[in-house]
């Protein structure tokens, strides 16, 4: 058996986490500031473009989530539970069934987006020159999304065999170049062409080919346990399944995740373009808490789904618990700290007084309740590598009702005002993340063995 995997065997948990998780919780927290230094660049554009942002936004992330967080988790699950019961040839044609499903996905996603894309966008409240600059991020976004799908693919293959630092390290390279290229082709910078909003999809593009193609260039070497073979490209229904069977019911976690931020945006819209910027900062300011779940989340999915592959039940159990239990530590840390000083980071963001109001409500009503998101996003995770996705699914589904419709009711109905929409958003997070946590205790990751 691989070395790496025995680790995940039999090595303390706590010190095993902190080692697996760090570095991808590195890269994901630099790709987040990524991400807010972009939306700095953008607010040098205007509160429109703020808005043009917050419009498109939800789109980008189901693709980033579907691609790295469904789909991927599946892949890694699927790699994970093949090295654990020690069956390289197995993990070696998953590879290549992995880069067909990201092909499938990634044009899936293009005629959706070209079917009834413009018609979202202009649901959500866009309108002239902000639908014009939302709908062209997006065309350029999904036009290049085979480069998205397959860098979240192929990372989580390399994750799956326990390798958390190539991928990271990797992952903090193009970041860097990320943020050089969003700049210039944003603001016009180093010479570049000054191309607004749609440049930021240009700079993600670009940074997710490298990636895409050094990964390649590492799964085809012989340095890896698992390696891209041309002798291994033969497409099994069962080896589909393997992928699938996590993938299904995974994917309506980002599906409903971005529906109630759809649903959301929409009520918010309702009271103003300065709103809507200002819930666009605060929801991506919420991608500071994100890398770090991400990271302990991926990690326990290698090390959950090894565990399962051999039959370890309980210890599988002992890193979900654990592993939860810190992610829901570190996210109530970060959202106190966000909570309580707000205008240390908003400014950074907006001089718009209104935006700047609306972005303070909401962290401070929604941050405090992040240490729910921490224990259900990580242990939705986890759940990937135990390839039981029931409760998770379950508690998706009862966040997007509880949010949505509470959010609904207290505008439409009982005409409340914003702060009611983040308070339905607040409770739906305390119960997805509730639930999740409790079907462990009670055993759910047991009814598949």
């Known amino acids: 058996m691989e070395n790496r995997t025995q680790e995940f065997l039999t090595k303390p948990i706590i010190p095993l986490l902190i080692r697996m998780s760090a570095p991808n919780t590195i890269a994901f927290f630099i790709q987040s500031l990524v991400v807010l230094t972009e939306v700095w660049f953008i607010s040098r554009l205007g509160t429109n473009s703020l808005a043009a942002v917050a419009l498109a936004f939800p789109l980008l992330m189901i693709t980033q989530t579907m ?202 819209g309702r009271f103003g373009t300065e ?25 326990m999915t290698s090390i959950v789904g090894a565990n399962i592959g051999a039959l370890n039940i309980d210890r599988a159990e002992k890193v979900g618990i654990l592993g939860g239990s810190t992610a829901g530590f570190v996210s109530i840390l970060i959202g106190l700290t966000l909570a309580v000083f707000p205008e240390a980071w908003i400014q950074f963001f907006t001089d718009d007084i209104k935006a700047f109001e609306v972005t303070k409500k909401y962290i401070q009503i929604v941050g405090p309740f992040y240490i729910f998101q921490g224990i259900g996003l990580s242990l939705y995770f986890a759940s990937q590598g135990a390839n039981a996705m029931k409760w998770p699914t379950i508690a998706t589904i009862a966040r997007f009702i509880i949010a949505c419709a509470g959010g609904g009711i207290s505008v439409y109905w009982l005409d409340l005002g914003i702060e009611s929409i983040f308070i339905s958003s607040s409770a739906a997070m305390a119960i997805f993340g509730l639930m999740i946590f409790i079907s462990i205790k009670k055993g759910a990751w047991r009814k598949n063995l």
């Open 275 to 299: 709103a809507l910027a200002g819930y666009g900062i605060g929801s991506r300011v919420e991608f500071l808490m994100i890398p770090l779940i991400f990271g302990i989340g991926t990690a």
């Open 67 to 268: 691609s790295g967080g469904a789909l991927g988790g599946a892949i890694t699950s699927a790699i994970a539970r093949s090295m654990g019961a020690d069956d390289i040839e197995k993990a070696e044609r998953l590879i290549w069934h992995s880069i067909i499903i990201s092909l499938g996905g990634a044009i899936s996603f293009l005629i959706l987006f070209l079917l009834f894309g413009k018609q979202l966008l202009f649901l959500l409240g866009g309108r002239g020159e902000i639908l014009q600059e939302s709908y062209a991020y997006c065309s350029i976004l999904f036009f290049g999304g085979i480069l998205l799908w397959l860098s979240g693919s192929l990372s989580a293959v390399l994750r799956g065999m326990g390798n958390m630092r190539f991928p990271a390290t990797l992952m903090v390279i193009t970041s860097s170049i990320q943020v050089i290229l969003s700049g210039g082709f944003i603001l016009g910078w180093f010479g570049f062409p000054k191309l607004g909003v749609p440049g930021a999809a240009v700079a993600v593009l670009i940074s997710s080919a490298l990636m895409v193609t050094v990964i390649l260039f590492k799964l085809r070497s012989k340095s890896i346990p698992a390696s891209l073979r041309k002798e291994r490209f033969q497409l099994r229904k069962i080896l589909f399944d393997n992928i699938f069977e996590v993938a299904i019911p995974a994917s309506l976690s980002p599906l409903l995740v971005v529906g109630t931020i759809l649903v959301l945006t929409g009520l918010v």
